[in-house]
C-alpha cells in the first residue's frame, strides 16, 4: 500500500490538480468522434469487373488519409501511458566511466530511468550485432543513447534527461572514411580494424581490356550522407499485459525481423512477443530495423504502464541511420566508337559507428557498379569502412544512386571527349537480353534500349550535328 | 545569364536481398460469399503495397479488387514476411499471395468440378465465376463454390503459401553467381537551366521512362516514379548532413537541411516501359527505389551541357557550381595569348 | 494554468492548460484531433497546418493562448456529415497521397488557397504548399489534385 501512495504522490506533486484532471482526458481521445462521411457500397455490379491487374485501383486508405482519420503510432494512447525520451551522448567517441541516473529517477513524473547493461543482451543489427540498444560502455558516434526515461509527459521525460549525468573519458575519433582505411587509424570496434566488410567482383581480363582501349578514360566521384526525412519521426509503444507479453506498436517495416531482435535483446521466447505495424508514414530505408523499442519495452516493464518514444526531428537525423557516403574511382577503357571495353570500379563507403545494412548495401553496389552496360573486362571493388559518425544503413536505393551519379557521369565525359552523342553511346553499349551481368548472371526481362529509345522520345531528344 | 542543358542517366537495379534468402508468406482466406481475407506479414510504409498486392490476389481469385481486404503487419496474426524493403513487396509478397490464391482455389475447383461435372484441371475463376475455360456459360458463382465448400462438404477454403526468389551466392574469389531473380532498368532525361552568375540551378522538367514489368496499378507506379524524383533532386542540388570538427552534426534540423519543396519541382513526363517478367506475379517486377537511382546523374549531366562545368562531388549547390564556373573562365582566360 | 476557448470545427470548446502548450498539443492531446501532426514542432514541415480564422498556420508555432476566442478548422472539419470536400474527393481519385502523414496540412493549406483564389496556375498552387514538405509523393499528384478540385468547386458554383 505504502508503495502505491508514494507513486501517486510523485504524480501529484509533478502536476497542477487542475492539469491531472485534465491528463486523465488527455489519455483517452476525448473529443466528439470527427464527422465522418459515409462510404459507398464498394461491391461493384457482377458480370462488369474491370481486370485488376492494370486498374489504377484507389487505395484503400485514401479515404482515411483524406478524412484525417490515419492512425499512425504518434495519434494512438493507451490508458495510463507513459512518455519516453532517450539521452544522447553529444560526443562522437568516449569511454563511459560512470552514468549516475539517481536525480533523473527521483524527479516527480519520472516513473523508471533504463540504462545499457538492464538489458538480458544489449546488442543488435540485421548481419552483425554490433551496435547496443544503450551504449553502456563505450560511446562511438554522438547520436549513441546511454539511457532512456519515461514520465508522465514529454516535457517531463525531456528535462529529466539533463538530470543524468554521465562522465565521459574522451577517446581518439576518426571522421574521414580514407583515414580510417590507414593502420594507425583509431579503431572504432577494437581490436576489430575499421574495414567492416569488403567485397570484389571480376570478370574477363581488364589489364588486357586497357590495353586493347584506344582510350582510357578515368574519375573519381563522391556523394554526401544525406537523411530520409520521413515525415513522421520513428515512433513507438511498448505494454505488457499481465502474462508477462510483451505488445509493441511500431513504425518498423520489417516486423518479423523486429520481433526477433526484441525476443534476443530482452530474452524472451517470441510467441510472448506481438509486433504491430500501422500504416507508416513514410519509411525509405530508415525505419527497416529496431531503434528505441527494446528501451521502450524494458521502461514498460519497470514502470508497469505502457510507454510511447517519438523522436524528435533532431533524432531523425542524428539518432537514425543515414545514406553511405561514396568515394567512387572509375577507370575506362574503350574503342574509338565508344564501346567499352574494360572498367574498373573502385568504392569506399562511409559505413559510420555500425555496420547496420552495410553488408546488403555492399554487395548491392559492388553489383550495380559497372552500369547497366556489356562489359567483357570488368572489376568491381568495394569496402565499407567504420567512422565515428552518424550509422549508415539501409536509405532508398543501397548504393544504386551513389553509383549511377559515377557511372552515367563518366559516360557523358567519356561521350563528350569522343565526340559521340550521349544517347548514342549507351545505345552502343547497354544490356541486351541474354546479355551477362558482371556477375556472369544471364538477364532476361531486359528493356534498357526500350527506356533509353522511350525517354528520349518524351523528351524531344534530337541528336545535335 | 541563364543557361539551358540537357542530360540523361540510364540504370539498373535489382529486387530483393543480395544472395540471401528473402521469403514472404501469405495466407489467402475465402469466405462464405466469395469475397476474400489476404493475411500478409508486409508493412504498408505509404508505396501502396496492400493496393497492389490486392489486386494481385483478386486477379488470381477471378473477383473484383474491392472483394479482396487485406490483414498486415502483426506478428500475431500475419504470416512471416521479410518487409517493405529492397523493392521486393509487388515481386517476393505479390508472388506468394498468388501462390497461396492458387492453393485456395484448388480447393473450390475441387468442389465447382462436382457441381459443373467436368475435371477440375478445366476450370478456371473469373467474373467472380469459377466457370469451364473458356465457356462462360457453364459456370457457378463463386460465392455459392465458397459456401458450399464450407457450408455442405465442410472444406473451409484457406490457402498459404511462401515464395524466395532464386539466387545463386557469389563465389568467394570472383563474386561471380547469380545474386538476384530479377532487375529493372530506367532513363531519365532532365533539362535544367543554370544561372551563370549564381550557379543556381533549376530543373525545368524531367522525362521518365521506367520498367517495372507488369504494372499492376500504373497509377500507383507513377506515384513511386515521382517520389523518387523528388528524393533525386534534393540528392543531387540541395540535401547534405554537414559535421564539425568534432563529429556532431550542424545541421540536424528541416531549417538547414534543405528538402525539395513543391516549388523546386519540375514538370514530370512518365512513361511505363512494356514489359512482362514470368518470373514476377502476372509479369510485375517492382519500382520502390528504382525511381530515385538515375535522377542525379541526369541533372548534373545537364548542368555539364548547361555550363560546361563538371562537378564531381554531390550535391551540385550554386557555390560549387559557381566557383566551378569561375574557375572554368579563369582557365580559358588563361588559353588568350597575351 | 490558462483557460483557452476556441471553436474548433464549428463547435465551442474549453480547455485549462500550461502557459506554454501550443495550438498543436491542444488538438492533439486535449481535443483528441489527432489529424494535425507532429513532424518537426518547429515549423519548418507544414505537418500541422489549421487554419485559424481563415489563415493557414502550423499549429505547433501558435500558442493555445493565441488562439482563444478564434476559429479553428482541422481536417477534421473539412467534410461534412454526407459529403467529402472537393478537395478531399480529388486527392482519392488521383490517388495523390501515399504515406498520408502530410496529407492534413496538405489539404489545409490548398482549402486556404481556393478560398482566396478560386482559380489558382499550377505555379501559385506549388507556392501556397511550398511550406508543407512531402517525401513520398515529389508534389506531382497534389497539385494535379488541388487543380481539379478547384475547377470542381468552380463548376459547383456556376451550378449554384
Known amino acids: 500500500m505504502a508503495d502505491e501512495q508514494r507513486v501517486l504522490e510523485r504524480e501529484r506533486s509533478a502536476v497542477d490538480e487542475a492539469w491531472r484532471g485534465l491528463d486523465e482526458n488527455a489519455r483517452l481521445p476525448a473529443a466528439a468522434p470527427p464527422k465522418t462521411v459515409p462510404a459507398e457500397p464498394l461491391v461493384p455490379v457482377p458480370g462488369q469487373q474491370i481486370r485488376a491487374v492494370g486498374q489504377r485501383a484507389t487505395r484503400p486508405d485514401s479515404r482515411y488519409h483524406g478524412l484525417g482519420q490515419t492512425r499512425y503510432i504518434d495519434d494512438l494512447a493507451l490508458p495510463g501511458m507513459l512518455h519516453a525520451k532517450i539521452k544522447r551522448a553529444g560526443i562522437a567517441s568516449a569511454r563511459i566511466k560512470r552514468i549516475d541516473t539517481s536525480a533523473a529517477e527521483s524527479m516527480p513524473g519520472v516513473m523508471a530511468v533504463v540504462i545499457g547493461r538492464e538489458f538480458p543482451v544489449n546488442s543488435f543489427g540485421p548481419t552483425f550485432q554490433d551496435q547496443p540498444v544503450l551504449a553502456d560502455e563505450v560511446v562511438r558516434h554522438a547520436g549513441d543513447g546511454v539511457a532512456a526515461v519515461a514520465a508522465v509527459t514529454e516535457q517531463i521525460a525531456t528535462a529529466a534527461l539533463e538530470k543524468i549525468v554521465v562522465d565521459y573519458e574522451p577517446l581518439p575519433a576518426v571522421f574521414d572514411p580514407l583515414d580510417a582505411m590507414r593502420e594507425d587509424a583509431p579503431k572504432v570496434h577494437p581490436p576489430k580494424g575499421n574495414i567492416c566488410h569488403s567485397l570484389a567482383i571480376r570478370r574477363g581480363d581488364v589489364a588486357k581490356g586497357f590495353a586493347q582501349s584506344d582510350h582510357i578514360f578515368e574519375g573519381r566521384f563522391t556523394s554526401q550522407m544525406v537523411e530520409h526525412v520521413s515525415i ?33 535483446t530482452l530474452r524472451l521466447p517470441m510467441n510472448r512477443i506481438r509486433l504491430i505495424g500501422t500504416i507508416v508514414g513514410g519509411n525509405f530505408g530508415g525505419k527497416n530495423e529496431i531503434s528505441q523499442e527494446p528501451a521502450l519495452a524494458l521502461l514498460s516493464k519497470k514502470a508497469g504502464r505502457p510507454v510511447k518514444g517519438v523522436f524528435t526531428r533532431g533524432e531523425e537525423f542524428i539518432a537514425s541511420t543515414v545514406r553511405h557516403p561514396f568515394i567512387m574511382d572509375y577507370k575506362t577503357g574503350v574503342t574509338k566508337d565508344g564501346r567499352i571495353l574494360a572498367r574498373t570500379a573502385r568504392l569506399v563507403l562511409d559505413g559510420g559507428a555500425y555496420c547496420s545494412w552495410s553488408e546488403t548495401t555492399l554487395g548491392k553496389c559492388c553489383v550495380l557498379a559497372p552500369g547497366p552496360y556489356k562489359i567483357d573486362n570488368v572489376r568491381s571493388e568495394a569496402i565499407v569502412v567504420y567512422t565515428n559518425k552518424t550509422v549508415a544503413g539501409a536509405m532508398r536505393g543501397f548504393g544504386a544512386p551513389q553509383v549511377c551519379f559515377a557511372y552515367e557521369s563518366h559516360m557523358d565525359d567519356i561521350a563528350t571527349a569522343l565526340g559521340i552523342d550521349p544517347l548514342a553511346i549507351r545505345l552502343r553499349n547497354a544490356f541486351e537480353e541474354g546479355s551477362p551481368s558482371p556477375t556472369g548472371q544471364v538477364l532476361q526481362s531486359v528493356v534498357v534500349k526500350e527506356t533509353l529509345l522511350k525517354a528520349a522520345e518524351r523528351f524531344g531528344w534530337e541528336v545535335r550535328s | 545569364m541563364k543557361r539551358r542543358g540537357r542530360g540523361m542517366a540510364c540504370m539498373w537495379y535489382p529486387i530483393g536481398f543480395t544472395v540471401a534468402a528473402n521469403p514472404s508468406a501469405a495466407v489467402v482466406k475465402m469466405n462464405e460469399d466469395g469475397t476474400a481475407v489476404v493475411l500478409t506479414g508486409t508493412v504498408e510504409t505509404g508505396q501502396g503495397s ?289 | ?156 458554383q456556376l451550378h449554384d
Open chain 1, 232 to 264: 513522421e519521426p520513428h515512433a513507438a509503444i511498448a505494454a505488457w499485459d499481465a502474462n508477462g507479453r510483451l505488445t509493441v506498436w511500431a513504425t518498423i517495416g520489417r516486423i518479423t525481423l523486429a520481433r526477433a531482435d526484441l525476443a534476443r
Open chain 2, 50 to 338: 496492400l493496393a497492389v498486392l490486392g489486386q494481385i490476389a483478386a486477379e488470381a481469385l477471378g473477383i473484383a479488387t474491392d472483394d479482396v481486404h487485406l490483414v498486415s503487419a502483426d506478428t500475431d496474426a500475419t504470416p512471416m514476411d521479410c518487409g517493405a524493403i529492397a523493392s521486393r513487396t509487388t515481386y517476393v509478397t505479390g508472388n506468394a499471395i498468388r501462390l497461396a490464391a492458387e492453393d485456395a482455389k484448388s480447393v473450390l475447383f475441387e468442389v465447382a468440378a462436382q457441381v459443373l461435372g467436368v475435371a477440375a484441371s478445366q476450370l478456371e475463376a473469373r467474373d467472380r465465376t469459377i466457370q469451364v475455360k473458356g465457356f462462360p456459360r457453364c459456370s457457378v458463382p463463386i460465392g455459392e463454390i465458397c459456401k458450399r465448400a464450407q457450408i455442405t462438404l465442410g472444406r473451409p477454403p484457406i490457402g498459404s503459401a511462401s515464395w524466395n526468389p532464386p539466387t545463386v551466392a557469389l563465389d568467394p574469389e570472383s563474386g561471380q553467381g547469380k545474386p538476384f531473380s530479377t532487375y529493372v532498368y530506367a532513363t531519365q532525361i532532365a533539362e535544367v537551366e543554370v544561372d551563370d552568375e549564381t550557379g543556381e540551378v533549376e530543373v525545368l522538367r524531367i522525362a521518365a521512362a521506367h520498367d517495372c514489368g507488369t504494372p499492376i496499378n500504373p497509377m500507383l507506379v507513377e506515384g513511386q516514379i515521382e517520389g523518387g524524383i523528388s528524393m533525386g533532386i534534393g540528392f543531387a542540388l540541395q540535401e547534405e548532413i554537414l559535421f564539425d570538427g568534432a563529429g556532431r552534426q550542424i545541421n540536424p534540423n528541416l531549417t538547414n537541411y534543405i528538402v525539395p519543396t513543391a516549388l523546386d519541382m519540375p514538370e514530370i513526363d512518365v512513361d511505363i516501359v512494356q514489359n512482362y517478367d514470368p518470373t514476377g506475379p502476372f509479369g510485375a517486377k517492382g519500382v520502390g527505389e528504382p525511381s530515385l537511382v538515375p535522377t542525379a546523374p541526369a541533372i548534373l549531366n545537364a548542368i555539364r551541357d548547361a555550363v560546361g562545368v563538371r562537378i564531381t562531388s554531390l550535391p551540385a549547390t550554386a557555390e560549387k557550381v559557381l566557383a566551378a564556373i569561375k574557375a572554368k573562365r579563369g582557365d580559358e582566360r588563361k588559353q588568350i595569348p597575351a
Open chain 3, 1 to 156: 494554468m490558462i483557460d483557452v476557448t476556441i471553436i474548433v470545427n464549428g463547435e465551442t470548446r474549453r480547455a485549462s492548460v500550461p502557459p506554454e502548450t501550443t495550438l498543436l498539443a491542444l488538438l492533439r492531446d486535449h481535443f483528441g484531433l489527432t489529424g494535425a501532426k507532429v513532424g518537426c514542432d518547429v515549423g519548418d514541415c507544414g505537418a500541422c497546418t489549421v487554419i485559424v480564422d481563415d489563415r493557414p498556420v502550423n499549429a505547433c508555432l501558435m500558442l493555445a493562448g493565441q488562439a482563444d476566442r478564434r476559429r479553428v478548422l482541422t481536417i477534421e472539419g473539412v467534410a461534412t456529415k454526407d459529403k467529402l470536400h472537393p478537395l478531399q474527393k480529388a486527392f482519392e481519385e488521383r490517388g495523390a497521397l501515399q504515406c498520408g502523414f502530410c496529407g492534413p496540412g496538405i489539404i489545409l493549406s490548398a482549402k486556404a488557397l481556393l478560398d482566396q483564389n478560386p482559380e489558382p496556375s499550377r505555379h501559385e498552387i506549388r507556392d501556397a504548399l511550398a511550406g508543407n514538405l512531402c517525401r513520398c509523393t515529389g508534389y506531382a499528384k497534389l497539385v494535379d489534385a488541388v487543380s481539379d478540385a478547384a475547377r470542381a468547386i468552380r463548376s459547383e
